[in-house]
């Protein structure tokens, strides 16, 4: 099976001229390979009974290159993911990963327990693992029911 690009406006043909430049415009930004365009790793976050787990999907950065800081409710990740010049790979034919640093910022809930915070690297994924404080946590009570 072939490998086709990804079109967002197909089907819109025939729509009026002013979507046809909104679209030429976009297009143009996503894919302009040569200008150094930002990027920021996909980010999913999960939140489970007794803490909030975040993944950054980061293949090809070294944890040399990732800085993890928690300031004033604001989980703050950064880094950087380099090109690797080679002198034999002269004739790259197409580049689609985007390469240089990147920052992403996060507000935390209250119920975080700053100090108790860990993260892991593997398989190019990294988990930071945000405890919640025991007064977050959700408590059970069980309520007597009488019959009178």
């Known amino acids: 099976m072939p490998i ?3 079109n967002p406006f197909a089907g819109f043909e025939d729509f009026p001229t002013g979507l046809r430049v909104f679209e ?6 996503l894919s302009d390979q040569g200008s150094a365009r930002p990027w920021a790793p996909a980010v999913d976050i999960l939140e489970t009974e007794n803490e909030l787990v ?3 999907d980061i293949p090809g950065v070294e944890m040399k290159d990732v800085d993890i800081q928690i300031e004033n409710g604001t989980l703050t990740l950064k880094g ?8 034999k790979n ?9 390469y240089g640093s990147f920052v992403r910022y996060f507000t935390l809930p209250e119920t975080v327990d ?3 915070v860990h993260a892991e690297y593997n398989g190019g994924v990294l988990t930071v693992t945000l405890p919640k404080k025991e007064i977050a946590k959700p408590k059970f009570i069980k309520v007597q029911v009488s019959n009178n």
Do not use: I, P, Q
């Not at 002269?90 to 985007?98: N, T, V």
């Open 4 to 6: 086709v690009k990804y």
């Open 24 to 29: 030429d415009t976009v297009n143009r930004l």
């Open 54 to 56: 975040l993944k950054a």
């Open 80 to 87: 950087e993911r380099k090109f690797e010049r080679d002198e």
């Open 90 to 98: 002269k004739g790259f034919h197409r580049m689609e990963r985007s």
């Open 114 to 116: 700053t100090e108790h």
